[in-house]
């Protein structure tokens, strides 16, 4: 079945530096990516919208400049989280669309765990 | 192992009838379980969120959902589908930097 690869599972930085995150789509394309950010006992929540080729769509107060999203091909979208802060600590999520399988084709990567010190 | 499973990859049900989604879960410990609806082309929505007390969950749009612990069950419900309510349902284990996602449960609504 379809899987998505989010990597680093988990990662620790110094404040001020910045950090990539790859979700990647192993045996399908998907020209639409999801990015979520968790905090503890809260439910996802939505970051943006990546389709390839184009820029990404930011929901309501995510700053693009600090969290840039690129999906340059159809099996790779990237978050980074640049100038990270302690408070830029959280659990970072990513799924994909399967392009070739319509709706009913969402899949999620296992997340990344970013400690910002 | 831990896993979180939906049975039902599709399921329809005419506007006005009752609705269930399945749910079952494998975790060591109590889990943290939450529904989520996606709409065509948008972003999970939260439906509901159990981490404790009450096993009956009341959540928006009129869903709810009741935790089973001796069923290892999470199954969401509501009374009377609108045909707004088609979408894909997703059930999911959250505790400790664990997130589980269900393949998803695609409802149709019919007229």
């Known amino acids: 079945g379809a899987v998505v690869s989010q990597h680093p599972s988990w990662v620790i930085c110094k404040s001020g530096t910045s950090v990539k995150i790859e979700c990647r789509s192993l045996?399908?394309?998907?020209?639409?990516m999801f990015w979520y950010r968790q905090f503890p006992k809260q439910s996802l929540m939505l970051m943006a919208t990546?389709?390839?080729?184009?820029?990404?769509?930011?929901e309501q107060g995510v700053e693009k400049d600090k969290f840039l999203i690129n999906h340059a091909s159809l099996t790779l979208s990237t978050l980074t989280v640049t100038s990270a802060h302690p408070e830029d600590s959280s659990f970072y999520i990513c799924?994909?669309?399967?392009?070739?399988?319509?709706?009913?084709?969402?899949?999620f990567g296992s997340g990344t765990r970013l400690t910002v010190v | 192992a831990q896993s979180v499973t939906q049975p039902d990859i599709h399921i329809t049900v005419s506007e006005g009838a009752s609705l269930e989604l399945r749910c079952n879960y494998s975790?060591?410990?109590?889990?943290?379980l939450f529904w989520y609806v996606q709409s065509p082309g948008q972003g999970l929505q939260l439906l509901l969120k159990?981490?404790?007390?009450?096993?009956l969950v009341q959540g928006i749009k009129g869903f709810e959902a009741e935790f089973k612990r001796s069923q290892s069950s999470f199954n969401l419900r509501k009374p009377s589908v609108h045909w707004s309510d088609a979408a894909e349902y997703f059930c999911?284990?959250?505790?400790?930097?664990?997130?589980?996602f269900g393949k998803g449960t695609r409802l149709h609504i019919l007229p």
């Open positions: 975790y060591g410990a109590t889990p943290y």
């Open positions: 990546s389709n390839e080729g184009s820029k990404a769509t930011y």
């Open positions: 799924s994909a669309r399967d392009s070739a399988t319509g709706f009913s084709g969402y899949t």
């Open positions: 045996d399908f394309q998907a020209t639409t």
């Open positions: 999911v284990l959250n505790r400790d930097d664990k997130i589980i």
């Open positions: 159990y981490f404790s007390g009450d096993t």
